[in-house]
Nanobody
Framework: QVQLVESGGGLVQAGGSLRLTCAAS????????MGWFRQAPGKEREFVAA????????DYADSVKGRFTISGDNAKNTVYLQMDSLKPEDTAVYYC?????????????????WGQGTQVTVSS
């Protein structure tokens, strides 16, 4: 059974940093691509970042480019989201997702597996 477990969320002041971790189990990463999405209260879930499991391809939403970095550790079946220069508008529940077809799209529909989410709150 595939499981994705996010951690690392919390409360931080604007300008601060957090690193989110997504630990995957129940499958071999192989050709999987991984993505991070977020959902703020009253808003739709939106794409944040994606990475191919080889790490050779990364994609970011325009709103986080230059501030967030996605990376992965194949040996640990783990993907990270380093978030720097956080802004109040980054406040949301952040979700990790896995695409077994390796597409790593910004479209949530390609992701077959999702974590439960971790809350990130940025105070002004």
């Amino acid at each position: 059974q595939v499981q994705l477990v996010e951690s690392g969320g919390g409360l931080v002041q604007a300008g601060g940093s957090l690193r989110l971790t997504c630990a995957a189990s129940g499958y071999t990463f192989g050709n999987y691509a991984m993505g991070w999405f977020r959902q703020a209260p009253g808003k739709e879930r939106e794409f944040v970042a994606a990475i191919s499991w080889s790490g050779g391809s990364k994609d970011y939403a325009d709103s986080v480019k230059g501030r967030f970095t996605i990376s992965g550790d194949n040996a640990k079946n783990t993907v990270y989201l380093q978030m720097d220069s956080l802004k109040p508008e980054d406040t949301a529940v952040y979700y990790c997702a896995a695409d077994p077809m390796g597409r790593g799209s910004s479209w949530s529909g390609v992701y077959a597996y999702w974590g439960q989410g971790t809350q990130v709150t940025v105070s002004s």
